[in-house]
């Protein structure tokens, strides 16, 4: 059974940094393209960044220079390195590991930036 998680959430001031981490299964995390969203209730799903299975990265203009993605394909692990933090990015990260179009979500994790 494939498996994806995200952890690393919690709350932080305006101006900090948290580190997001989101675990594949070994089976597939090797092959896939992981993508990160965010999503608050009642608003649209935002693509925050991706990173190929060879590295190249991606960033939605919101978060570029501030956010960086890269992965350990030893640990079946991606991280989400975010810096410089506003309220703004106060959502809920889901994390995609995409393989051959089919998606495998993991169960979010909470963001919250707050004074």
């Known amino acids: 059974q494939v498996q994806v998680s995200e952890s690393g959430g919690g709350l932080v001031q305006p101006g900090g940094s948290l580190r997001l981490s989101c675990v594949a299964s070994?089976?597939?995390?090797?092959?896939?393209?992981v993508d990160w969203y965010r999503q608050t209730p009642g608003k649209e799903r935002e693509l925050v960044a991706k990173?190929?299975?060879?590295?190249?990265?991606a960033y939605a203009s919101s978060v570029h220079g501030r956010f960086t993605f890269s992965r350990d394909n030893d640990l079946n692990t991606a991280y989400l390195s975010m810096g410089s933090l506003t309220l703004e990015d106060t959502e809920d990260y889901y994390c995609?590991?995409?393989?051959?179009?089919?998606?495998?979500w993991g169960q979010g994790t909470q963001v919250t930036v707050s004074s």
């Open positions: 995609d590991a995409r393989v051959y179009s089919r998606d495998f």
């Open positions: 990173i190929t299975t060879s590295g190249e990265t």
């Open positions: 070994r089976s597939i995390f090797r092959v896939s393209v």
